[in-house]
């Protein structure tokens, strides 16, 4: 079976330009509220849409939200390299929808300076879980403590962990100003294979809505469902692994044939 090929096609300049004039419109979150809103324990929800819709599904939203915000705007860089088994054991647990899998992986923020070793367990089908340790921004090479940190919360598989997959992007960050919510929103997704090669998603944007506990009552989930966007069963990693390589992907498919729609 061979790697499903993808159209590359950039993101469009001037809904781009709007979308940031949209989110200037946001203020800038409080400490305090940085920290109400972190959400390590967690209920998410994920939607693909196109990103010419993006302007519009914010619009308005300055009164309920607060945008996180960089010394470039409210776009920020997001560089993640991830890991699992030379089997990847993380890829097919999510691929056969074990209630019980994880994923780890190094995030680094350019924007900060920070970098962070993070683990995203799944203990059933709705809660998440993360954890996570700070390292010296850039690291990517796994040192004896954070291999000690890992056996803590997944035990032997630890050790059998081993880069796989870059996923670049660029991220706007939403608190809701009056519920346990934050909603993320990454554009330009870029698969990088080790080799350097490069599986873009173009037109694709994802949207997560992450939630203490499960609302529909959500201003950015009612804006999502006035345009008919559906929930996707949606993992980054698991879609770039998908898009990369000569894999299985039963069970993915319905959710990678919403990413090519928007692709087209």
């Given at each position: 079976?061979?790697?499903?090929?993808?159209?590359?096609?950039?993101?469009?300049?001037?809904?781009?330009?709007?979308?940031?004039?949209?989110?200037?419109?946001?203020?800038?979150?409080?400490?305090?509220?940085?920290?109400?809103?972190?959400?390590?324990?967690?209920?998410?929800?994920?939607?693909?849409?196109?990103?010419?819709?993006?302007?519009?599904?914010?619009?308005?939203?300055?009164?309920?939200?607060?945008?996180?915000?960089?010394?470039?705007?409210?776009?920020?860089?997001?560089?993640?390299?991830?890991?699992?088994?030379?089997?990847?054991?993380?890829?097919?647990?999510?691929?056969?929808?074990?209630?019980?899998?994880?994923?780890?992986?190094?995030?680094?923020?350019?924007?900060?300076?920070?970098?962070?070793?993070?683990?995203?367990a799944k203990r059933s089908d709705l809660v998440t879980h993360k954890h996570r340790?700070?390292?010296?921004?850039?690291?990517?090479?796994?040192?004896?403590?954070?291999?000690?940190?890992?056996?803590?919360?997944?035990?032997?598989?630890?050790?059998?962990?081993?880069?796989?997959?870059?996923?670049?992007?660029?991220?706007?960050?939403?608190?809701?100003?009056?519920?346990?919510?934050?909603?993320?929103?990454?554009?330009?997704?870029?698969?990088?294979?080790?080799?350097?090669?490069?599986?873009?998603?173009?037109?694709?944007?994802?949207?997560?809505?992450?939630?203490?506990?499960?609302?529909?009552?959500?201003?950015?989930?009612?804006?999502?469902?006035?345009?008919?966007?559906?929930?996707?069963?949606?993992?980054?990693?698991?879609?770039?692994?998908?898009?990369?390589?000569?894999?299985?992907?039963?069970?993915?498919?319905?959710?990678?044939?919403?990413?090519?729609?928007?692709?087209?």
């Amino acid at each position: 079976m061979t790697a499903v090929a993808l159209r590359r096609a950039p993101s469009p300049e001037p809904e781009q330009d709007r979308f940031a004039r949209e989110l200037d419109a946001f203020p800038a979150p409080a400490l305090e509220l940085l920290m109400q809103r972190e959400l390590l324990r967690r209920v998410d929800a994920k939607f693909v849409v196109r990103c010419e819709a993006l302007p519009e599904l914010v619009a308005g939203l300055g009164d309920q939200y607060a945008a996180f915000k960089v010394a470039s705007g409210a776009i920020a860089d997001y560089r993640s390299l991830y890991f699992d088994t030379a089997e990847l054991t993380a890829y097919h647990d999510h691929r056969c929808g074990r209630r019980l899998r994880h994923k780890v992986r190094i995030r680094h923020y350019p924007d900060r300076s920070i970098s962070y070793l993070e683990i995203k367990a799944k203990r059933s089908d709705l809660v998440t879980h993360k954890h996570r340790i700070e390292i010296p921004y850039g690291t990517e090479q796994l040192a004896p403590e954070h291999v000690d940190f890992l056996r803590m919360h997944l035990g032997p598989i630890a050790d059998r962990q081993r880069p796989e997959l870059r996923v670049n992007y660029r991220r706007v960050g939403l608190l809701s100003l009056g519920s346990d919510e934050r909603v993320t929103i990454d554009l330009d997704l870029a698969f990088v294979q080790l080799d350097g090669k490069r599986h873009e998603l173009g037109p694709a944007a994802i949207v997560e809505v992450k939630q203490g506990a499960r609302t529909r009552s959500s201003p950015i989930l009612h804006r999502l469902r006035e345009v008919g966007v559906r929930e996707q069963s949606l993992s980054k990693y698991t879609t770039g692994i998908a898009l990369t390589r000569d894999v299985r992907r039963n069970r993915l498919l319905v959710d990678l044939k919403a990413v090519e729609r928007i692709l087209r």
